[in-house]
């Protein structure tokens, strides 16, 4: 079966989620799935439960713990290097051990923040296995990651508590 590319971006809730949802969809298939995470500290609900699941491995790199916006200089470039190594262990993980889907989440945002370079997604995307299942998460994803791309789901917010002031809630945003 040929690996497809999956796009899930957009300003509404939901993108990892659908994430999370190919991903037990894939492990119950019995297929090895890595699911990674960018820009995030691995302490939303649902990566428990993934770490729980045979066949499902989670990865993070825990260099950003606040705020990009607020990152100085010398941050900045730690979180680059850093993440940078991270993505190519990943996509070496990838090819080296059969894996049946890669999951990168926020790589939109990742790369949009300069913390990885998506011509290195771009050149995967050229020389990843043939059976290998890609997504990729976030906002704002580039024309040249869209046009690779086999399916490509927007979440559009049309209405979100967050407007009101209820802030994100454990177990229902995170």
Not at 46 to 72: A, D, P, Q, S
Not at 119 to 145: C, H, M, Q, W, Y
Request: glycine share 10%; hydrophobic share 40%; charged share 30%.
């Amino acid at each position: 079966m040929k690996g497809l590319v999956h796009i899930y971006c957009g300003e509404g809730k939901g993108k990892t989620t659908a994430a999370v949802g190919l991903a037990l969809r894939a492990a119950g298939a019995g297929k090895r799935v890595i699911f990674a995470q960018f820009l995030k500290d691995g302490s939303s609900s649902e990566i428990e439960v993934l770490k729980k699941i045979e066949n499902i491995t989670v990865r993070h790199c825990r260099t950003v713990t606040g705020w990009v916006k607020n990152m100085t200089g010398e941050e900045r470039a730690q979180a680059k290097a850093d993440y940078g190594r991270f993505l190519e262990e990943l996509l070496r993980e990838a090819k080296e051990e059969s894996c049946g889907l890669l999951v990168l989440d926020e790589a939109f945002a990742a790369c949009n923040c300069g913390f990885i370079e998506e011509k290195a997604i771009l050149s995967f995307l050229d020389t990843k296995p043939e059976a290998l299942e890609l997504v990729l998460t976030g906002r704002n994803p580039s024309p040249e990651l869209m046009a690779r791309a086999d399916y490509i789901t927007e979440m559009k917010k049309i209405k979100h508590p967050y407007d009101r002031g209820i802030a994100a809630r454990k177990g229902v945003e995170y």
